[in-house]
């Protein structure tokens, strides 16, 4: 991936202020869930599970499993959480951000702040006690990766902040499988394959239905640096190297054919609908059925996964 901007971020007079917003202090309950992202979280939490599962093998320490998925729902909440605060100015620029919690005034900023600090250590806290040393530091890991890595420093800099932010994404399946395994094994680096190549052309799907937003937010991603074409071509890869996973946890005995052969015609669809995008008419057309098909493709593996899952 080119990490050569030819983009220039708009002017002041260009951009929304963040004081155009009048503070609106009717906050509520449903803010503080909104900081967490819950969207993001229930993925993150099916993934966590899927990987929980996989290495337990149907064997399943109920008490483990509950306080792993509730420290990883701590730590990603943290993450997310953060990433508003952060983001907070940025999300005043965009249509579909300005409305949130922070850009409209309903929590104090150094509220916000604590708040994703507090999350942060009640969830590395139980991983480290009740999940296990490993569960803890990748739970380190994905903090820090989408906390300073993306959030603070990628995001606003290079258009490698989509991949290397996947590496966060990617944490979830890999604290629920050394939660019972205590080792990164095969297992771990191929559930951590399969959602690091997933989040990519899942989230520029969505960059090239936004782009015109993310422009003029500032936000370097690569259609918008780049352009469309490129960012269509560098979908490709991911989704080439997509394919032989469900086929390579098959081969190692992780799950059963069924799984192989769901997770598979999945990712051969998909990069179908990625190489029919070069011959799309209508861009935000293709990107909206691709974006949401990237949504069932997880959807639908990981519970194949869970319910294939070898005893």
Known sequence: MDNHLTYQAPSDSAALSINQTPPNPSATWKDFITLTKPGILRSNLI?????????????????????????TMLVMASACVYNN????????????????????????????L??????GVLGLADLFIFSGVMAGIFGIIGMFVYGVVYTMWLKRT??????????????????????????????AVLLFAMLFLWQPPHFWALAIRRVEEYRV??????????G???TKIQCIPYLVLLVPVPVLMYAYGYVGIY??????LLSLIWLYYGMKGFTAKDDEAWAKKTFFFSINYLTLSLIAMILNTTH
């Open 47 to 71: 993934a966590a599970f899927a990987g929980f599962w996989v290495a337990s093998q149907w064997d399943i320490h109920i008490g483990k499993m509950i306080l792993t998925l509730l420290g």
């Open 85 to 112: 605060y952060y983001d907070r100015e940025l999300d005043m620029k965009m249509e579909r951000t300005r409305k949130r919690t922070l850009p409209a005034g309903r929590i104090k900023p150094a509220v916000v």
């Open 114 to 119: 604590w708040y994703a600090f507090v999350l």
């Open 158 to 187: 290079s258009t490698w902040s989509t991949s290397v932010g996947a590496i966060s994404g990617a944490m979830p399946p890999v604290i629920g499988y050394v939660a019972v395994t205590g080792t990164v094994d095969m297992g």
């Open 217 to 226: 937010a500032g936000f370097p991603l690569l259609p918008v640096v780049k």
């Open 228 to 230: 469309v074409k490129r």
């Open 259 to 264: 799984f192989m052969i769901i997770s598979l």
